[in-house]
């Protein structure tokens, strides 16, 4: 027990005495993978260096090297007597390995020789197989060669099992009655009796159309080869006859509005891959005669504003579209039919209402006079719709855009040139209005058509203008972002030329401000219409404005509608917080008024200066004038109708507490300079009492001058007091008011404010 309880501490990892400790490798270094058989050196070390420094690495490396080279030689020194006596028990290698040689170089040229036999078999077995690949090549050749000619010949008989075209089919025309009848006499209107023939004829030419198209496979596989030239001629007449034979059936079909054939012969051009035939067809022989006759491009046809309407031509084609194209369009797109590769949609009807549009009413996409433009395009659109709702899907309508004529279609219609011109007649127009040296208010309400909101002509324009953004026959949705700039951009015009106004008359001048001009020679009633205008315009923004915006742009995301709403009142408030700019105008042009009464200030001075005058006993004339310039701006009759209560509380306000405080510094001032006078008036006298040899004790029991100027002041803020409580303002709420008391009243009334 004794032993146990005083056994020898644990060797650490850093032990320099005795034999490395096997458990002194750090976690993440596992010499035991070293012996796996598919440890790699380089990828074990790169994914340790991700997180163990090289150093660190490199040291651990060398301490286990260290350790693995120690237990090799205690390994050599463990059995060192074996180790020595090793060779001495090698005898007779030499004859042992001689005796094994033998049995192995047996061994070694029977394998020899096996392997010169199978690499023969296999050489023999390669050359068969590539001899039976070049045989399975030229039969597939012969058999695609002779299905080349077999269908060839299957095409040109079924050919001549069409009813015998006129000679004239080859070249691609008919005449009017080869229309209508077949060469061998029989006509379609008479085939009533069994299958119809015009039925029978397109569902053979279905069948060849498909044969035909298997040609073409075949074409694609057997391309250069002598055989398929030799017969190059044969296909092509074989191709021209189907293609002409098609389009007369075609032709046929539309004229009798047979819907089995057609839809036989659309399916036939469709295994030929030809949809573009079909399309130009039905162009040229259904859509393009109405197109002519709603509208005519010929030479005598002179454009004018009035011709380039494009109104009633649209409701003309709807109608015949409806009367003359409806039955191939649901043709065209019955379902899993594979017709839906035909547009005729896009490449019979819309090409050729572009084309009748382009040659015969050019005008219509000019956008030099907007107001015919848009109307136009508008009726554009609603065609276009028009014409989607004969798309059976969303997929197809998608497919219907992206048509190359749809594509240019739109592209006729510019509507940035278009914006341009709207935002030069708009912006064009408020400019126009702010660049006037005077406010000009209306004369008579029913000048303007916002006249009941604003009375200036610059914020009336400002209010058109807005309206004009949104108004239906200026408005194009697709550029409705442009339109929302274009308004904010009016905001601040208005705002820049707003507040440009009231910075150069703070300034007192325009040199700087060009376009300032209005604001010198405005008098404070005139900003009356400014603050009440001011008001109307931020109600019609961020009220019926705002309303009227989102439900134009309802069909939008709800996000896009909130930036929409925050991008409008974010415009109505830049106006809004104009208003106390204005106000302090207003206050500024009422205090400098007041403060030409309060100059008369400087005569209390001479008044009493080294004069025999009593003590006052009434207030000065002056003080009645100093605020009779506010109470007859806030009795008068503009202040009346656009002040309320609020802004007529805040504009008094302002004014009295500005007044108040240049009035204590003009009394502080003069009473300032009246005591040091004083002072210095005293020891003058002083002096010359002692120079004189007058006794000192002699005093003046006479009240100083200073004391009359005071008591002149104390009289006249006492009186001016009662001004201002007559106006609703109490006195003592003004913090300079409480100051200029403190200034001048007498000693024994200085912590009581009283009139």
Same mark, same amino acid.
């Given at each position: 027990?004794?032993?146990?309880?005083?056994?020898?501490?644990?060797?650490?990892?850093?032990?320099?005495?005795?034999?490395?400790?096997?458990?002194?490798?750090?976690?993440?270094?596992?010499?035991?993978?070293?012996?796996?058989?598919?440890?790699?050196?380089?990828?074990?070390?790169?994914?340790?260096?991700?997180?163990?420094?090289?150093?660190?690495?490199?040291?651990?490396?060398?301490?286990?090297?260290?350790?693995?080279?120690?237990?090799?030689?205690?390994?050599?020194?463990?059995?060192?007597?074996?180790?020595?006596?090793?060779?001495?028990?090698?005898?007779?290698?030499?004859?042992?390995?001689?005796?094994?040689?033998?049995?192995?170089?047996?061994?070694?040229?029977?394998?020899?020789?096996?392997?010169?036999?199978?690499?023969?078999?296999?050489?023999?077995?390669?050359?068969?197989?590539?001899?039976?690949?070049?045989?399975?090549?030229?039969?597939?050749?012969?058999?695609?060669?002779?299905?080349?000619?077999?269908?060839?010949?299957?095409?040109?008989?079924?050919?001549?099992?069409?009813?015998?075209?006129?000679?004239?089919?080859?070249?691609?025309?008919?005449?009017?009655?080869?229309?209508?009848?077949?060469?061998?006499?029989?006509?379609?209107?008479?085939?009533?009796?069994?299958?119809?023939?015009?039925?029978?004829?397109?569902?053979?030419?279905?069948?060849?159309?498909?044969?035909?198209?298997?040609?073409?496979?075949?074409?694609?596989?057997?391309?250069?080869?002598?055989?398929?030239?030799?017969?190059?001629?044969?296909?092509?007449?074989?191709?021209?006859?189907?293609?002409t034979s098609l389009g007369h059936c075609f032709v046929d079909g539309l004229e009798h509005r047979d819907a089995n054939a057609i839809y036989n012969c659309l399916r036939a051009y469709a295994a030929i891959d030809n949809?573009?035939?079909?399309?130009?067809?039905?162009?040229?022989?259904?859509?393009?005669?109405?197109?002519?006759?709603?509208?005519?491009?010929?030479?005598?046809?002179?454009?004018?504003?009035?011709?380039?309407?494009?109104?009633?031509?649209?409701?003309?084609?709807?109608?015949?579209?409806?009367?003359?194209?409806k039955f191939l369009l649901e043709i065209s797109s019955t379902e899993n039919s594979g017709l839906h590769v035909f547009s005729f949609l896009a490449n019979s009807i819309l090409k050729e209402v572009l084309s009748a549009?382009?040659?015969?009413?050019?005008?219509?996409?000019?956008?030099?006079?907007?107001?015919?433009?848009?109307?136009?395009?508008?009726?554009?659109?609603?065609?276009?719709?028009?014409?989607?709702?004969?798309?059976?899907?969303?997929?197809?309508?998608?497919?219907?855009?992206?048509?190359?004529?749809?594509?240019?279609?739109?592209?006729?219609?510019?509507?940035?040139?278009?914006?341009?011109?709207?935002?030069?007649?708009?912006?064009?127009?408020?400019?126009?209005?702010?660049?006037?040296?005077?406010?000009?208010?209306?004369?008579?309400?029913?000048?303007?058509?916002?006249?009941?909101?604003?009375?200036?002509?610059?914020?009336?324009?400002?209010?058109?203008?807005?309206?004009?953004?949104?108004?239906?026959?200026?408005?194009?949705?697709?550029?409705?972002?442009?339109?929302?700039?274009?308004?904010?951009? +009016?905001?601040? &015009?208005? /705002?820049?030329?707003? %507040?440009?106004? !009231?910075?150069?008359? =703070? #300034?007192?001048?325009?040199?700087?401000?060009?376009?300032?001009?209005?604001?010198?020679?405005?008098?404070?009633?005139?900003?009356?219409?400014?603050?009440?205008?001011?008001?109307?315009?931020?109600?019609?923004?961020?009220?019926?404005?705002?309303?009227?915006?989102?439900?134009?742009?309802?069909?939008?995301?709800?996000?896009?509608?909130?930036?929409?709403?925050?991008?409008?009142?974010?415009?109505?408030?830049?106006?809004?917080?104009?208003?106390?700019?204005?106000?302090?105008?207003?206050?500024?042009?009422?205090?400098?008024?007041?403060?030409?009464?309060?100059?008369?200030?400087?005569?209390?001075?001479?008044?009493?200066?080294?004069?025999?005058?009593? +003590?006052?006993? &009434?207030? /000065?004339?002056?003080? %009645?004038?100093? !605020?009779?310039?506010? =109470? #007859?701006?806030?009795?008068?009759?503009?202040?009346?109708?656009?002040?309320?209560?609020?802004?007529?509380?805040?504009?008094?306000?302002?004014?009295?507490?500005?007044?108040?405080?240049?009035?204590?510094?003009?009394?502080?001032?003069?009473?300032?300079?009246?005591?040091?006078?004083?002072?210095?008036?005293?020891?003058?006298?002083?002096?010359?009492?002692?120079?004189?040899?007058?006794?000192?004790?002699?005093?003046?029991?006479?009240?100083?001058?200073?004391?009359?100027?005071?008591?002149?002041?104390?009289?006249?803020?006492?009186?001016?007091?009662?001004?201002?409580?007559?106006?609703?303002?109490?006195?003592?709420?003004?913090?300079?008011?409480?100051? +200029?008391?403190?200034?001048?009243?007498?000693?024994?009334?200085?912590?009581?404010?009283?009139?």
């Amino acid at each position: 027990m004794a032993t146990d309880l005083h056994s020898p501490l644990p060797k650490s990892a850093t032990d320099l005495f005795g034999d490395p400790i096997e458990d002194s490798h750090p976690l993440w270094l596992n010499p035991s993978k070293f012996s796996a058989p598919e440890f790699d050196p380089e990828s074990y070390i790169s994914d340790l260096r991700t997180f163990v420094p090289f150093d660190t690495l490199r040291s651990e490396l060398r301490s286990h090297l260290g350790a693995l080279k120690h237990e090799l030689v205690e390994l050599i020194n463990r059995d060192y007597v074996d180790f020595v006596s090793l060779s001495t028990k090698l005898v007779d290698v030499d004859a042992a390995v001689v005796r094994m040689r033998a049995p192995l170089l047996e061994i070694k040229e029977k394998i020899l020789s096996f392997r010169a036999s199978v690499e023969g078999s296999l050489s023999t077995l390669q050359s068969r197989l590539k001899q039976r690949a070049q045989a399975n090549e030229a039969r597939d050749v012969l058999e695609l060669l002779l299905d080349t000619f077999h269908v060839v010949s299957k095409v040109e008989k079924l050919i001549k099992e069409l009813p015998s075209v006129p000679a004239d089919w080859s070249s691609g025309t008919v005449t009017s009655t080869e229309k209508g009848q077949l060469s061998n006499g029989i006509s379609f209107q008479h085939a009533e009796k069994g299958t119809n023939i015009r039925e029978t004829q397109s569902m053979l030419l279905e069948r060849i159309a498909s044969e035909m198209n298997r040609l073409k496979f075949y074409i694609v596989h057997a391309q250069n080869m002598p055989f398929i030239e030799n017969m190059e001629k044969r296909i092509q007449n074989a191709s021209l006859l189907l293609d002409t034979s098609l389009g007369h059936c075609f032709v046929d079909g539309l004229e009798h509005r047979d819907a089995n054939a057609i839809y036989n012969c659309l399916r036939a051009y469709a295994a030929i891959d030809n949809t573009s035939s079909p399309e130009n067809i039905f162009r040229s022989t259904v859509v393009a005669p109405f197109i002519q006759r709603v509208i005519p491009h010929g030479s005598s046809i002179v454009g004018g504003s009035s011709g380039d309407e494009l109104e009633q031509d649209y409701e003309r084609i709807k109608q015949y579209i409806e009367d003359d194209c409806k039955f191939l369009l649901e043709i065209s797109s019955t379902e899993n039919s594979g017709l839906h590769v035909f547009s005729f949609l896009a490449n019979s009807i819309l090409k050729e209402v572009l084309s009748a549009i382009t040659k015969g009413k050019p005008g219509a996409f000019s956008p030099g006079r907007p107001t015919e433009f848009l109307k136009n395009y508008k009726s554009t659109l609603d065609f276009l719709g028009y014409m989607e709702g004969y798309c059976p899907s969303r997929s197809a309508v998608a497919r219907f855009r992206a048509e190359a004529v749809y594509v240019e279609f739109i592209k006729q219609w510019n509507i940035g040139v278009y914006f341009s011109l709207r935002f030069q007649e708009i912006a064009g127009a408020l400019d126009s209005a702010l660049m006037t040296t005077s406010l000009i208010p209306i004369q008579n309400s029913s000048d303007q058509e916002y006249s009941k909101s604003c009375m200036l002509k610059q914020s009336i324009s400002l209010m058109n203008c807005l309206r004009s953004c949104w108004r239906d026959d200026v408005l194009v949705l697709s550029c409705s972002d442009k339109f929302l700039r274009l308004f904010l951009q +009016l905001l601040s &015009r208005y /705002s820049n030329w707003l %507040s440009a106004g !009231l910075n150069a008359r =703070k #300034a007192g001048n325009t040199s700087a401000n060009s376009g300032s001009e209005w604001a010198i020679s405005a008098a404070a009633d005139d900003f009356l219409y400014i603050i009440h205008d001011l008001r109307r315009l931020v109600e019609e923004v961020c009220g019926d404005y705002l309303e009227h915006v989102l439900g134009l742009l309802k069909s939008c995301s709800s996000e896009v509608l909130d930036l929409v709403k925050q991008s409008i009142l974010q415009g109505g408030n830049s106006l809004q917080i104009l208003q106390p700019l204005v106000i302090n105008s207003i206050v500024e042009t009422l205090v400098e008024k007041s403060v030409e009464d309060l100059r008369h200030l400087k005569g209390i001075t001479a008044t009493y200066r080294m004069t025999n005058k009593p +003590l006052p006993v &009434r207030h /000065s004339p002056y003080v %009645s004038g100093i !605020l009779r310039p506010l =109470k #007859a701006f806030l009795e008068g009759e503009r202040a009346a109708t656009y002040l309320t209560s609020e802004l007529r509380k805040e504009l008094l306000q302002g004014a009295t507490y500005e007044i108040t405080h240049r009035y204590y510094e003009l009394a502080a001032d003069l009473v300032s300079v009246a005591r040091r006078t004083e002072s210095s008036l005293q020891k003058i006298r002083l002096g010359a009492q002692r120079r004189a040899g007058a006794s000192s004790d002699v005093s003046d029991h006479n009240v100083s001058d200073t004391d009359k100027i005071c008591m002149q002041l104390f009289l006249d803020i006492q009186e001016y007091g009662r001004n201002l409580a007559s106006l609703g303002i109490d006195a003592a709420d003004i913090p300079a008011y409480r100051s +200029l008391w403190q200034c001048v009243a007498p000693s024994e009334r200085q912590n009581t404010i009283s009139f």
